[in-house]
């Protein structure tokens, strides 16, 4: 069983920063595909980001390709999403997934997750 927890989110202007962390619980964190997902109002979730259970490869939505960087940090049940040159229509709700399954291009699908934050609010305007 693990538990997720998003922080992070919060209101930027156009061209800005913010780092998002999901904080994981329980100590097989380590094995998951981690992805990163969002929900714009009246819009269905979409795939941002994912990253394999080791870190080292990942890939992104075409929106956010050079925008947005996902790392991991396993040893502290840690992952997080960099999110720079922010745009109006990035505004959100940022989740955090884990799914026990190894990164393919099927990781894109929110199926494929098993596990899911409570999500976290990501507002870009000026």
């Known amino acids: 069983q693990v538990q997720l927890v998003e922080s992070g989110g919060g209101l930027v202007q156009p061209g800005g920063s913010l780092r998002l962390s999901c904080a994981a619980s329980?100590?097989?964190?380590?094995?998951?595909?981690v992805g990163w997902f969002r929900q714009a109002p009246g819009k269905e979730r979409e795939f941002v980001a994912a990253?394999?259970?080791?870190?080292?490869?990942?890939f992104y939505a075409d929106s956010v390709e050079g925008r947005f960087t996902i790392s991991r940090d396993n040893s502290k049940n840690m992952a997080y999403l960099q999110m720079d040159f922010l745009e109006s229509g990035d505004t959100a709700v940022y989740y955090c997934?884990?799914?026990?399954?190894?990164?393919?291009?099927?990781?894109?699908?929110?199926?494929?997750?098993?596990?899911w934050g409570q999500g976290t609010q990501v507002t870009v305007s000026s």
């Open positions: 997934a884990a799914a026990d399954a190894a990164l393919t291009m099927a990781s894109r699908l929110s199926n494929r997750y098993d596990y």
């Open positions: 329980g100590n097989t964190f380590r094995a998951y595909t």
């Open positions: 990253i394999s259970w080791t870190g080292g490869s990942s």
